[in-house]
């Protein structure tokens, strides 16, 4: 079989049909309410594409090849579903033993759960942020691009972000709270799929294309009953803690039903979301119905929030390529390629971590975290998951990527 073209017509085609179906003012919109994936995004700022055919299997599918299947995912346009998602996280955290909590405390967001202080436990910004870790299920509904719903189920309560046209609304039935905020734009300025669904992982890992990846079609699955392929991305890189992400394309629709992505040390995966069932019927207009209920705390969305997210939108550009991002970080510069990438950032903040008598209780908790490092760029500690890495210098660097100690070590001395 001949090779590809070019890896930037695949980029391009991509690229191409996020324009046509949601402008990246409505990303930026959206990404407010959005499970975070910037972990996922900074693993796959580029990738690129290996011709290969589907393996024979069950079920029996047509052949196509890994361009084919991209160029296919780029042009799905799926309007109405309903399902429900099953998203498992583990990125090797330790317990912080409710430490989180009252971190949170003093951000001026409240408690995420107990809606203390000025905050409100039905605020999207930070339940949503539950997904970062552990198992949750899922249920979404979308009918178009201005209405999706998503429901966070717990044992014994729910948490319900809903998007009708011009509102959202987001309601704790633990708390009987509600949070209600109004959204900037809508129709072509939103997008049309809910967040949290496989497809919001597999967009943010097929955005931008190089040649540091092997892009192949790896058989054929099930995933909540129906005919799927599987597309395969690994690191041609060696120093990245990447093994594989996995994504499992619909046969008839080509919207991503499951994504997975496992560490090169083994184990379990990192981040494992799927459906378990969906259907493309168009959800009953009930479904996306609200009406704060009775007795229900309401706190609607300040004014200032509002304007701190518009002049943060206006400001800061789509992170499309290594460049861009780092602009819209302020100050952030990005060493390396591909999969062996890090970030970097000098804070400003000389002296490092707290440590010892000097740090009292954070600071030998920190020290209970992290490695101890040195190189020609100083003395610093290293945190590590098992994904991320990040480096903190004493004289107030940061670098962070999703590569091995050794491999941010390396980027630091060279960036010295």
Not at 269 to 282: C, H, K, L, M, Y
């Amino acid at each position: 079989m001949a090779p590809y073209e070019s890896d930037d017509a695949v980029g391009a085609a991509h690229e191409g049909a996020a324009r046509d179906g949601a402008p990246r003012s409505g990303r930026r919109k959206a990404a407010r309410y959005a499970v975070p994936v910037a972990v996922v995004g900074v693993a796959a700022a580029t990738i690129g594409l290996v011709p290969a055919l589907a393996d024979s299997g069950d079920p029996d599918l047509p052949e196509i090849t890994a361009q084919q299947l991209i160029d296919k995912m780029a042009k799905s346009d799926v309007q109405q579903l309903s399902g429900t998602v099953k998203i498992t996280t583990d990125l090797g955290l330790p317990d912080l033993g409710g430490l989180e909590d009252g971190l949170l405390s003093g951000t001026g967001d409240g408690d995420s759960h107990g809606g203390s202080g000025d905050g409100s436990s039905a605020d999207p910004r930070s339940r949503l942020t539950e997904l970062a870790s552990g198992m949750h299920t899922l249920r979404v509904a979308a009918d178009g691009p201005d209405r999706q719903k998503v429901s966070l189920l717990e044992r014994g309560a729910e948490y319900s972000l809903i998007h009708d046209g011009k509102d959202v609304w987001g309601y704790d039935s633990k708390s009987n709270e509600v949070y209600h905020s109004t959204a900037a734009g809508s129709g072509e300025d939103r997008r049309a799929e809910p967040p949290a669904t496989p497809e919001d992982f597999a967009d943010e890992a097929l955005k931008a294309v190089d040649d540091t990846t092997s892009v192949t079609v790896d058989g054929t699955a099930q995933v909540a009953g129906r005919d799927a392929y599987k597309l395969l991305i690994r690191p041609r890189q060696s120093g990245t803690t990447v093994g594989a992400i996995s994504i499992a394309v619909d046969a008839k629709t080509y919207m991503p039903l499951k994504f997975t992505l496992t560490p090169r040390s083994g184990g379990a995966a990192v981040v494992d979301a799927g459906f378990t069932q969906v259907s493309f019927a168009r959800p009953s207009a009930a479904t996306f119905d609200f009406t704060p209920p009775k007795g229900a705390k309401v706190t609607e969305e300040k004014d200032e929030e509002k304007d701190e997210e518009k002049d943060t939108a206006d400001r800061t550009p789509a992170p499309e390529h290594d460049e861009d991002l780092a602009g819209g970080l302020g100050g952030l510069e990005v060493l390396g390629k591909g999969w062996t990438s890090v970030a970097t950032v000098d804070t400003g903040a000389k002296g490092g971590l707290p440590t010892g008598s000097q740090g009292g209780d954070l600071g030998g908790f920190l020290n209970s975290l992290g490695d101890p490092v040195s190189g020609k760029f100083g003395k610093g500690t290293v945190f590590s998951t098992r994904l991320v890495n990040a480096l903190i210098t004493d004289d107030g660097k940061v670098y962070a990527g999703l590569v091995t100690k050794e491999t941010l070590v390396k980027a630091a001395d060279a960036g010295k």
